[in-house]
């Protein structure tokens, strides 16, 4: 099928110069506002298109893929998390899907490394004396953080983002660890002078900064839950990017208010698109709002990078970034 006749529905608006190149090379469709769409919205996008373009922030479950049209032939994810997708509902209609992965790594690195700073040396609580006025001037013994450098970071989910991670921290003088559900090729853990930890109880245990960056999956569900948090040393630090599920928040919430955990760097939340309200008011909390590949480049190539999917599609071939149920 020609391209230009391949209709294609996007659910959130897009960078405009990402959705001018859909527009000369689809029949599309673009969201007026910036709303996330809602279900009946989406049942009605997935009956009228042959590719839809969601994000994140629309669940694409069983439910909505049952009452897709026999024409909706590829869900094009804009973003490189796919938990929000039934990838194996999909295929069994024969829907295929695509993400954006690595146009995202390096911006998400970046900002781990600024959750991991935030968090370490205080910036949240320097930020708010100097819009409330309230600093009285400098002090030798005010706002001490902790260096970063010599600290053990241990990376769970050594994937794209955990080793852009890695290369950053080492860049700081930091301990490079990692716990992944397969262990790097010796090369490249050589390369990145990583340490393995099959168990990650035992890694925990031993960190002083904890960055998550595997995906949510039914596996990876509250990997850091009760238990595992309990194993952390009081003085560790948590930063979490990947998604809101790997870590039980409220548990997370329950002991950093205990003092049991020093701190948390926070992009993404189990509970609602804002988390526990709880952590709002920690002054050893930074949080975002999901804003890890938030850049103007990175928006754009992730557009690149859904284009060739679809094209590539539209062309007749498998489009490039597939993802398959077994992937995750
Ligand atoms: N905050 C943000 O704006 C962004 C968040 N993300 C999140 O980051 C995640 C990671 O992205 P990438 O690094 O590109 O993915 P990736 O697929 O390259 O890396 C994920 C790593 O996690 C490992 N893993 C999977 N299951 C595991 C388990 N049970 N135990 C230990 N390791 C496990 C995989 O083996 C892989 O090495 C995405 O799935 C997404 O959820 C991605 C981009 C931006
Ligand atoms: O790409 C992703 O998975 C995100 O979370 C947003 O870029």
């Known amino acids: ?78 973003g490189a998390g796919f938990d929000h997708i039934d990838v194996a509902t999909a295929r069994q209609r024969g829907i295929l899907v695509s993400n954006t992965p690595g146009v995202v790594t390096d911006d998400t690195a970046d900002m781990v490394l600024a959750l991991m700073l935030g968090v370490t040396r205080r910036i949240q609580e320097g930020l708010a004396v100097m819009q409330t006025g309230e600093w009285q001037g400098y002090a030798p013994t ?101 998604r809101g599920e790997v870590v039980d928040e409220n548990a997370l919430t329950r002991m950093l208010k205990a003092g049991e955990i020093a701190g948390a760097g926070l992009d993404v939340y189990e509970h609602g698109i804002k988390g526990n309200p709880e952590l709002r008011n920690m002054p050893n909390v930074v949080m975002l709002p999901h804003m890890g590949s938030a850049t103007v480049e990175g928006r754009i190539e992730m557009g690149e990078k859904v284009i060739i999917n679809v094209k590539t599609f539209a062309d007749g071939h498998r489009p490039p970034d597939q993802v398959l149920p077994g992937m995750l």
Request: aromatic share 4%; proline share 5%; charged share 25%.
């Open 142 to 242: 005010a706002f001490l953080g902790g260096r970063l450098g010599g600290r053990r970071l241990g990376i769970l989910g050594m994937g794209r983002i955990g080793q852009a991670v890695a290369r950053r921290a080492a860049a700081f003088g930091m301990q490079i660890h990692y716990h992944n559900r397969h262990r790097l090729r010796p090369e490249v853990e050589e390369d990145l002078q990583a340490t393995y930890w099959d168990s990650l109880d035992q890694m925990v245990a031993r960190m002083d900064v904890i960055s998550v960056n595997c995906p949510s999956t039914p596996s990876t569900f509250h990997l850091l839950n009760p238990r595992r948090l309990k194993l952390l040393k009081p003085s560790a630090v948590i930063v979490n990017t990947s």
């Open 1 to 78: 099928m020609p391209s230009k006749r391949i209709s294609v529905v996007v659910t959130r608006r897009l960078p405009e110069v990402v959705e001018t190149r859909l527009k000369e090379l689809f029949d599309v469709t673009l969201r007026e506002d910036d709303t996330p769409m809602t279900r009946e919205e989406l049942v009605h996008a997935m009956q009228v298109a042959d590719v839809l373009v969601p994000t994140v922030t629309d669940a694409i479950d069983a439910g909505l893929i049952g009452q897709a049209g026999n024409q909706l032939k590829l869900i094009a994810n804009y």
